[in-house]
């Protein structure tokens, strides 16, 4: 039990003190190989914590997110052992981490993602495991010739301010051995656009855009699968079989959960459709041969009724 331990005192108390939890790193037990650091344990790296927990049961896993006001949560969901950003300095680094926080709210991503760098063992050369920075397919231009793009293909000018900071992410993290996975539009059951678009009942964007998708619990699969592979230095790309238009995404999620998604309530889509938006799709064909790996849920209809909480397995 003591490999397992990383907080050592009282959690709760310390919430309420504000008080800091974290070991000096001359007390924390040396990291085994298969130890796991989710940095941004939201619903996606919770779900990659749970699934690398079951798949290495002897291992060590700790979820890092940026405040301590989930923490009470993931405990009920079974992560244990937890710590905020402001605790990575003092944590002795880890073989094995994914850094799959997202950007929206945080002024300083790019500083976020060099301290989940900075976390992991190979960062500075050391002999070490995985790492997964969980990047998106917005880093490509919306305009391309037709032909559905892939891990290799071009991406956005440095215009785009979301596009740019994701890639300064990118070229941090590739330039140390570590690997980016580019995902699509992550959605589930009770998760992603349908739900605001239903929620809101109107949106700007066209009825027509293609959008493509994948499933939060697919995403986690393929972040684990990376971290295990030991690649240094790729770029993946997660993607579901089909793209879907926004009108359909709508339409689907009210036929398959009704009970969640109103099949009375009309989304107005006012914007125009463009003719670059039709074109806008992708294949991962090199990811999946590559790791062997496929989607649980290769098309958005398969997956629409899959929360979150499902049974892993």
């Known amino acids: 039990e003591a490999r397992r331990v990383v907080l050592v005192c009282d959690r709760a108390r310390a919430i309420e003190s504000g008080a800091r939890c974290v070991m000096s790193t ?11 650091a989710v940095v941004g344990c939201g619903t996606l790296g919770a779900m990659a914590l749970k699934i690398w927990a079951h798949e290495h049961p002897s291992a060590e896993t700790l979820g890092v997110t940026r405040t301590d006001a989930r923490h009470g949560d993931l405990r009920n969901a079974g992560i244990t052992h937890l710590a905020t950003e402001k605790d990575l300095a003092a944590l002795v680094p880890f073989p094995n981490v994914i850094m799959c926080a997202p950007p929206n709210g945080n002024d300083d991503y790019v500083g976020a993602v060099q301290r989940a760098i900075d976390l992991w063992q190979g960062a500075s050369g050391a002999d070490a495991g995985g790492f997964v ?3 998106s397919t917005g880093v490509y231009p919306v305009e391309n010739d037709g032909t559905p793009m892939t891990e290799s293909s071009k991406t956005r000018s440095s215009e785009d301010e979301r596009a740019k900071k994701l890639l300064e992410c990118e070229r941090r993290v590739l330039s140390v051995g570590g690997n980016v996975v580019r995902l699509a539009g992550l959605y589930a059951r009770e998760r992603g656009a349908h739900k605001l678009w239903v929620a809101y009942k109107s949106s700007p964007s066209s009825p027509g855009g293609l959008i493509n998708l994948v499933h939060y619990r697919d995403a986690a699969r393929l972040a684990v699968r ?6 240094r230095g790729r770029i993946f790309l997660g993607v579901c079989d089909q793209p879907v238009t926004r009108e359909n995404i709508v339409k689907i999620a009210q036929q398959k959960v009704p009970e969640l998604y109103d099949p009375s309530v009309k989304v107005v889509f006012s914007g125009e459709n463009q003719p670059q938006e039709q074109t806008r799709v992708f294949t991962n064909r090199e ?10 849920y290769p098309t958005y209809e398969s997956g629409i009724t899959v929360s979150v909480n499902a049974p892993l397995y």
């Open 26 to 36: 001359a007390q924390q037990p040396a990291r085994g190989k298969r130890d796991l």
């Open 133 to 135: 920075f969980t990047s």
């Open 226 to 231: 990376i971290v295990d592979f030991n690649s």
């Open 287 to 296: 990811t999946r041969e590559l790791l062997d790996w496929q989607p649980l």
